[in-house]
């Protein structure tokens, strides 16, 4: 049973315009999630995060909202760039960190 | 700085022959280590973690093992390679508290 989903397998998006990525979870104990970005041949490099006390995490062109009661997090990248052109892995995790569960991706495109 | 090694970046091994992916930490100590895998098409599957030298917990029963004979080495292994074993393998590193920093991967193939 996935316990973080990413329902969305790809996403296209015009340079400029907001990309939006979705993550659904089933486990109420988690209490911390990331976003990775991976380009191919490359191993994931951390994102941004959130803790659960929180609802909505900047940082720069990219933020992520976190509605518990939903259990549904996203992130949003204004304005997209040709660069974002990757796979985005959503992450939950009940302990800080230390093991964390990932969601199977969502490829976004952003076409210039 | 932290950096993390791994290597090597592609490997190509038949069936029933022995494999040994190695990862190295260096800028920081007694990190908690983790090898992942990610097979065509899906996310990160975690295999193996570990918070100290010779602790190692398995998340999924499989074909491969791990070890951790220094504080920022971590080995992963198997005796004899199945079909199955195909796929791009990471490892992580993290200070508790922070999220975890991957490396670059092996990408391994079975034939």
């Known amino acids: 049973d996935q316990q973080v989903k990413q329902n969305s397998p790809s996403l296209s998006v015009q340079e400029g315009r907001i990309s939006i990525l979705n993550c659904d979870y089933t486990n109420s104990m988690f209490d911390y999630f990331l976003w990775y970005k991976k380009y191919p041949a490359e191993g994931p490099t951390f994102l941004i995060s959130?803790?659960?006390?929180?609802d909505k995490n900047e940082d720069g062109r990219f933020t992520v909202f976190l509605n518990k009661s939903a259990k549904h997090l996203s992130l949003h990248i204004v304005p997209s760039q040709p660069g974002d052109s990757a796979v985005y892995f959503c992450?939950?995790?009940?302990?800080?960190?230390?093991?964390?569960?990932f969601g199977p991706g969502t490829s976004l495109s952003v076409i210039p | 700085s932290q950096t993390i090694h791994q290597w090597p970046a592609t490997l190509v091994q038949p069936v029933g022959s022995p494999l040994s992916l190695e990862c190295t930490v260096e800028g920081t100590s007694n990190p908690n280590l983790y090898w992942y895998r990610q097979a065509a098409g899906r996310g990160l599957q975690l295999l193996f973690y570990s918070v100290g030298i010779g602790q190692i917990s398995s998340e999924v029963p499989q074909n491969l093992s791990a070890s951790r004979p220094q504080d920022r080495q971590f080995i992963l292994s198997s005796k004899k390679l199945l079909l199955s074993d195909s796929g791009f393998y990471l490892c992580?590193?993290?200070?508790?508290?922070?999220?975890?920093?991957f490396g670059d991967g092996t990408r391994l193939s079975i034939l």
């Open positions: 959130i803790s659960s006390i929180k």
């Open positions: 992580a590193w993290s200070i508790r508290g922070q999220p975890q920093h």
């Open positions: 992450a939950a995790s009940t302990t800080s960190y230390d093991k964390v569960i």
